[in-house]
């Protein structure tokens, strides 16, 4: 499968606790996004990376988040100190170069619920 | 006011049914993309636009700049075609997608 993949499909966690999610997006891909979703509204933006470069994070992203992505390959997004506020859907998206007139290719997404 | 907005939010459709679903923005834009979304979250994209038209099997997509409106396709209907669309602009001079709510579309047999 050649596909984005996403890791864990699904992440249960108690108030407090940190979680991290992880992303491989299409091999030959140097974008890889991060987006939440919440429920019966569309993706929001959280962060971007140009290969390791990580070139825009958005005003949502506070600071118990924080995203990597070490070796241009794969991503990881870390939430610390979980909220339940921050229970959504993360998806992660690549595409090649080019700005946003690629077309975006998503994961399934990490479901999480932080209870 | 949301910078894409769609409409309507939720259609239902009998089998062979036309569907037409509609978004505008307010931004200048590089692209116009329109995605699916099925139950379980993934996100699959539909059509990457800048200019007129374009169909890919029973779907269409149009676009006009000028009017900053595009519109969604879906010729003879089918309950596979059960989805939520999203429509979300390449903003000019930015490198991320600003999403609509998404239209929830139910096609019944």
């Known amino acids: 499968d050649t596909g984005v993949s996403q890791d864990p499909r699904h992440k249960i966690t108690k108030r407090g606790q940190n979680v991290t999610f992880r992303c491989d997006p299409i091999s030959e891909h140097n974008r890889l996004y991060w987006y939440r979703q919440t429920l019966g509204q569309g993706p929001e933006f959280l962060t971007y990376f140009q290969n390791e470069a990580q070139l825009e994070k958005s005003r949502l992203l506070s600071d118990r988040f924080s995203a990597e992505r070490p070796k241009g390959s794969f991503s990881t997004l870390e939430i610390q100190r979980t909220e339940q506020g921050d229970s959504a859907m993360y998806l992660c998206?690549?595409?090649?170069?080019?700005?946003?007139?690629?077309?975006?290719?998503f994961g399934s997404g990490t479901q999480l619920s932080v209870l | 006011k949301n910078e894409v907005e769609q409409s309507p939010q939720n259609l239902t459709a009998q089998e062979g049914e036309f569907i037409t679903i509609n978004c505008s923005y307010s931004?200048?834009?590089?692209?116009l993309h329109w995605l699916q979304q099925h139950p379980g979250g993934g996100i699959v994209s539909l059509f990457m636009?800048?200019?007129g038209k374009k169909k890919h099997g029973r779907l269409i997509a149009t676009i006009n700049i000028q009017e900053k409106h595009s519109s969604l396709h879906i010729t003879a209907s089918h309950p596979r075609d059960s989805a939520v669309y999203i429509c979300a602009a390449g903003a000019y001079n930015t490198d991320k997608l600003i999403f609509g709510t998404g239209t929830r579309l139910q096609v019944f047999p």
């Open positions: 998206a690549s595409s090649s170069d080019i700005r946003v007139r690629e077309k975006l290719f």
């Open positions: 636009l800048s200019s």
């Open positions: 931004v200048g834009i590089s692209a």
